[in-house]
């Protein structure tokens, strides 16, 4: 089923980022907004909706430099049939470290004009797209709100030079309103207090090119990172596994001991993902926190944002 609506978010960055701003950190976010703006009964209400089908997809960012859109670097086969010489050993090498690649690029695979990764370095530009930094900070107790018996530790900042894009396909087109509301009012990531995780949003439209490879076919690259699915063949599938743990976010209520989401396994970005049969989605949402005596549950979100291969 092709969406009802599409969506593009300009994100300008004015401050430094606590993580990056993944697909499952954008849900985060607008869930929190939801619940400030709506109410909790909203947010409840949506949440519901996920568990059983998605009424919307969020993308992972897809960066903005000198007017050109860079997509994450789609994972693709080695040529063996490649002479292995210095040149295209470097070029392999290239191609590797390269975490995004060029709009051009990243059409040519939908397209099928380009299977392997060297045929990919062709298309490689170099170039940083964020930075991250190492920070010391004092350990703060969040109930006496004093640095008493805290210890210094390290924390990785992320640093946006440039702009970047998310995009939203929605199932059910009454979301698209919640969805504005909340990406005005809420930050993005950790340490929101110390004045991290602002942006500016401009909402534009999506390329016709992109809304082309909507269409389901039996293979994809997702935009986000994404939880397994029985769908998946992943005997003929290429992906990197991405485990991942985290503390729940509790910025806009009363200080409480910090809660320790369980552990999920994903499927990174970028993953191309063969299936044996086409669905309205793939992932899925995963309870990753039940703590009855505090009336918590929290969920991860995991549905991959696929744009569909057409092989020539």
């Not at 969020?58 to 789609?74: A, D, E, M, Y």
């Not at 990785?156 to 919640?178: I, K």
């Not at 942006?199 to 397994?228: A, C, M, Q, R």
């Given at each position: ?11 300008l960055p ?25 109410g ?10 996920f ?13 903005i430099?000198?007017?050109?859109l ?14 292995l ?6 070029l392999?090498?290239?191609v590797?470290k390269?975490?995004y690649?060029s ?8 397209e099928?004009?380009?299977r392997?990764?060297?045929e990919?370095s ?9 930075s ?20 210094l ?5 992320y640093y ?13 087109e ?7 509301s ?10 929101r ?12 439209d ?5 809304i082309?490879?909507?269409?389901p076919?039996?293979n994809?690259?997702?935009l ?7 769908s998946?063949?992943?005997?003929e ?24 989401k369980r552990?999920v ?7 191309n993902?063969?299936v044996?049969n086409?669905?309205?989605?793939y992932g ?5 926190v039940?703590d ?5 549950t ?15």
């Amino acid at each position: 089923m092709m969406p009802k609506k599409t969506l593009r978010v300009d994100f300008l960055p004015r401050s430094a980022f606590k993580g990056y701003p993944d697909s499952y950190t954008l849900f985060g976010a607008i869930c929190w907004g939801i619940r400030v703006l709506e109410g909790e009964e909203a947010l409840t209400d949506m949440l519901e909706k996920f568990k059983e089908k998605p009424p919307f997809l969020i993308s992972s960012p897809v960066f903005i430099r000198k007017g050109k859109l860079f997509f994450p670097r789609p994972a693709l086969e080695e040529n063996s049939e490649e002479e292995l010489t210095p040149e295209s050993y470097s070029l392999r090498k290239k191609v590797k470290k390269a975490k995004y690649v060029s709009e051009d690029a990243f059409r040519a695979v939908l397209e099928g004009k380009v299977r392997t990764s060297g045929e990919l370095s062709k298309f490689t530009e170099e170039g940083e797209f964020y930075s991250s930094l190492n920070t010391i900070h004092a350990s703060i107790n969040r109930i006496t709100w004093t640095t008493s018996g805290g210890e210094l530790y390290n924390e990785e900042v992320y640093y946006f030079s440039l702009p970047f894009s998310v995009f939203f396909l929605f199932y059910q087109e009454e979301f698209e309103a919640l969805v504005k509301s909340a990406l005005r009012f809420v930050q993005l990531g950790g340490n929101r207090s110390t004045g991290m995780g602002r942006y500016k949003v401009i909402f534009g439209d999506v390329p016709e090119w992109f809304i082309k490879h909507l269409e389901p076919t039996e293979n994809f690259i997702s935009l986000s990172p994404h939880f397994y699915d029985d769908s998946f063949v992943l005997e003929e599938s290429l992906y990197e596994p991405k485990p991942l743990m985290g503390i729940v976010d509790n910025y806009f209520y009363a200080p409480t001991p910090a809660i320790i989401k369980r552990k999920v396994m994903y499927i990174d970005r970028g993953s191309n993902i063969r299936v044996k049969n086409r669905k309205d989605f793939y992932g899925g949402l995963k309870e990753v926190v039940r703590d009855e005596g505090r009336n918590v549950t929290v969920y991860q979100y995991g549905y991959a944002f696929p744009l569909y291969v057409r092989w020539q």
